[in-house]
C-alpha cells in the first residue's frame, strides 16, 4: 500500500474505536457536532456546511410530519443532484421513513411504475429538469396525482413539486408547519433507509431495501478501505438514486467531514473546473467519464493540482488508458471496484498504491473495514464463495464461478418481491450475485462475465466479458460490448459493438481477426458494430444497456435484410 495510507485509516478508526449501530440522522448530527462549520455540499451557487444540512433537514422533517409521513413509509424522490436534495433524504430519515430516490432519466410510465412499485405515500419532484417536464407529464398521464386523487396509484397521498428556478422555496413553504412533536425513541438502525431501484440493464427495475446500518457500513468501510483524508472533496455527476454516489460520494464523506461537489449532469469541462475552483481531492465517475475527462483535460487547461483520487468502476478497461488518465489528470491514485445494489455498495475494491495492471485486470481485494464490530474477523467487510452457475453446487476457492457473498451490507432483498428475493438468497445468509469471476492468488477478484448476459454459440457458452477485455487491448479499440443475438443456425451468435480510440480506425474484419487470434472460434462474433460514446444507450449511472443495443442491432440486421 502508499505510505500514509496506515495514517490515515489509523485516523478514522480514532474517531470509531468500536462501530456503534445507529441511524443515519443520529450519525449526521454526530457530524454537524464535530464538522459544524465545514462544507457539507459544495457548489458555485450554494455551501451548505454540516450544521446548515441538520437544521434544513430538521426543518424538513417537520414539514413530512405535517403531511402525515409516518415512521416505514415511503417518500419518492426526484430530484437530480440540488444541494437540496441531500437535507432532504436526512429529512426522511429523521422522520423514520423509506427514502426512494427515482432514476431521472425515467420516462412517465416509468415513473409511475416506480412510485407504485414502492408504494409511496408522498412525492417530491422537480417541476422540470433539462427538457423533461415531470410534473406536466404525470398531470397528462395520472391526473389528480399531486393530491393523491388517482386510482392507479392508491398509496400516493400527496406531492411536493419543487422548482429550481426557486430553490429555497421547499424550505420556506414548510417553515410555518405546526405538527407534533418528533417521538422519543430513535431510529433502529436495521429499519429500511432506502429503497434503490436496480439499473434496469435487463427487464424491470426492481427496488432494493437497504437498511440504516447497511448504509453506514458501507460508508465506513469505504472511507477506511480507500483511506480517504480528513477533509475530502469528491466531484462527481453520478447521481444521488444510486449508490456509487449516494454511497462513495455522499455518505462516506460524513465519515472524515467530507464534501461533495455535486453536479446536475455529466459535462466534462463542467466537472473539471468545479475541481479546479473547489480545490477537489477525489473524482468519481464510470469508466466512459473518466476518458470523456482525460480527452477534455488534453485539449483545455485546468488546474488539478489538488486531484489525488480517481475513482471510476463498473467496466473494464485496458492498462494503457488507465496510465493516459494519471498522466493526463496527475492524480495519485485510481480504484476501481465491484459491487451490486442487492450488496449495498462496493465490497471489493483496490488499494492505495496498486499498480495500473492490478487495477485493468482485476475489481480490487474484498474491502477491509478494521473496526471491531464492523466487519468479520478478519477485518473484512464481506466473505466470499464460487458457485456452479448451473447446478449451485459449491466450486472449490481459487476456481472460477458464481460470485457469492454475505455480511452485514447485505440487503434485505427486493420490496414486496418475496419470490425475486428468494432466487438470489442462499441458505446460510449468502447472495448470488449473478457475476462469474475467481479471485486470483493475490487475493484480487477478477471478473470473467454475467450469467444472465452469456450466450450458447454452437452448444458453448460465451462470455462477453471476456471478449470485451480481449478487444480493449486493441490500440484502435477503447470500448466493447459484446451481446447475443439470435442466429438461424448456432441458435445465438455474438454481436460486437465498438468504440474507437479518438483518431485511430478499424475495419470490422480486423476486429474479428484480432479476437480469433486470441480465443477460440465459436466465441467469435457474427456482426460488429461501430458506434460513438455519446451514441451508447445507458443508464443513469453511465451504465450501457445491452438490452437497447440487441434492439439496435436487429433493426440494423432487419434493415441491411430489407435492402438486399
Known amino acids: 500500500m502508499r505510505p500514509g495510507t496506515e495514517a490515515k485509516r ?103 411504475y416506480a412510485i407504485r412499485e414502492a408504494d409511496c405515500a408522498l412525492l417530491v ?137 455535486p453536479l446536475l449532469k455529466f459535462e466534462p469541462d463542467a466537472i473539471l473546473r468545479a475541481v479546479e475552483r473547489h480545490r477537489a481531492t477525489f473524482l468519481m465517475g464510470v469508466p466512459t467519464m473518466t476518458i470523456a475527462l482525460m480527452e477534455q483535460a488534453k485539449i483545455q487547461h485546468y488546474d488539478l493540482s489538488s486531484l489525488t483520487a480517481i475513482h471510476s468502476a463498473a467496466a473494464p478497461t485496458p492498462s494503457w488508458v488507465w496510465r493516459d ?27 492505495p498504491g496498486d499498480p495500473i495492471e492490478i487495477v485493468s485486470s482485476t475489481q480490487g481485494r474484498v474491502v477491509e473495514a478494521g473496526v471491531a464490530g464492523i466487519a468479520q474477523e478478519d477485518g473484512r467487510i464481506a466473505q466470499f464463495k464460487m458457485i456452479d452457475p448451473e447446478t449451485g453446487e459449491d466450486v472449490p476457492w481459487g476456481s472460477a464461478g458464481e460470485i457469492c457473498t454475505r455480511g452485514p451490507m447485505n440487503s434485505l432483498g427486493y420490496f414486496r418481491r418475496p419470490e425475486e428475493t428468494a432466487k438470489i438468497m442462499l441458505p446460510g445468509g449468502w447472495i448470488r450475485m449473478g457475476d462469474l469471476g475467481q479471485f486470483r492468488d493475490d487475493g484480487n477478484l477478477f471478473l470473467t462475465g454475467r450469467s444472465k448476459e452469456l450466450y450458447k454459440s454452437r452448444g458453448e457458452l460465451v462470455s462477453p466479458k471476456e471478449l470485451e477485455q480481449v478487444l480493449t487491448t486493441h490500440p484502435a479499440i477503447s470500448q466493447a460490448f459484446l451481446i447475443g443475438m439470435p442466429d438461424d443456425r448456432w441458435g445465438e451468435c455474438g454481436c460486437a459493438w465498438i468504440v474507437l480510440t479518438p483518431g485511430e480506425q478499424i475495419e470490422a474484419q480486423a476486429v474479428i481477426d484480432y479476437l480469433g487470434e486470441r480465443v477460440a472460434r465459436y466465441k467469435l462474433p457474427r456482426d460488429v458494430w461501430f458506434v460513438e460514446d455519446a451514441d451508447l444507450p445507458k443508464t443513469g449511472t453511465g451504465k450501457v444497456q445491452k438490452n437497447v443495443l440487441q434492439q439496435m442491432a436487429a433493426k440494423l440486421i432487419e434493415e441491411i435484410a430489407h435492402a438486399g
Open 10 to 112: 489509523r485516523a478514522i478508526a480514532l474517531r470509531h474505536p468500536v462501530w456503534v449501530e445507529q441511524s443515519l440522522d443520529a450519525y449526521l448530527d454526530r457530524a454537524a457536532h464535530d464538522f459544524a462549520g465545514e462544507p457539507m455540499v459544495l457548489t458555485d451557487a450554494v455551501t451548505l456546511t454540516y450544521a446548515d444540512v441538520a437544521a434544513q433537514s430538521r426543518q424538513i422533517a417537520q414539514a413530512l410530519r405535517g403531511h402525515g409521513i409516518a415512521p416505514g413509509e415511503r417518500v419518492g424522490m426526484v430530484m437530480a443532484n440540488h444541494p437540496i436534495s441531500v437535507p432532504l433524504l436526512f429529512a426522511i430519515w429523521r422522520v423514520g421513513a423509506v427514502a426512494v430516490p427515482m432514476n431521472t432519466l425515467y420516462r412517465p410510465a416509468e415513473l409511475e
Open 125 to 261: 419532484i422537480m417541476k422540470s429538469f433539462g427538457s423533461r417536464q415531470y410534473a406536466a407529464d404525470l398531470d397528462h398521464l395520472v391526473p389528480g396525482w399531486r393530491e393523491g386523487r388517482n386510482e392507479s396509484l392508491p398509496t400516493l397521498r400527496a406531492a411536493i413539486v419543487f422548482d429550481e428556478s426557486e430553490p429555497d422555496a421547499l424550505l420556506r413553504r414548510q417553515a410555518g408547519i405546526e405538527t407534533d412533536p418528533p417521538p422519543a425513541d430513535p431510529i433502529d438502525p436495521h429499519s429500511p433507509a432506502v429503497i434503490m431501484f436496480t439499473s434496469g440493464t435487463t427487464g424491470s427495475p426492481k427496488g432494493v431495501v437497504q437498511t440504516h446500518d447497511n448504509l453506514l457500513r458501507a460508508a465506513y468501510a469505504g472511507a477506511y478501505h480507500q483511506a480517504f483524508e480528513q477533509g475530502r472533496r469528491a466531484v462527481f455527476s453520478l447521481p444521488l438514486y444510486h449508490s456509487f454516489g449516494l454511497v462513495v460520494g455522499l455518505l462516506s464523506g460524513l465519515i472524515v467531514g467530507g464534501a461533495i461537489v
Open 325 to 351: 488518465i494519471q498522466e493526463t489528470l496527475g492524480c495519485d491514485e485510481i480504484f476501481t471496484s465491484y459491487g451490486q445494489t442487492e450488496t449495498t455498495a462496493t465490497i471489493i475494491c483496490t488499494l
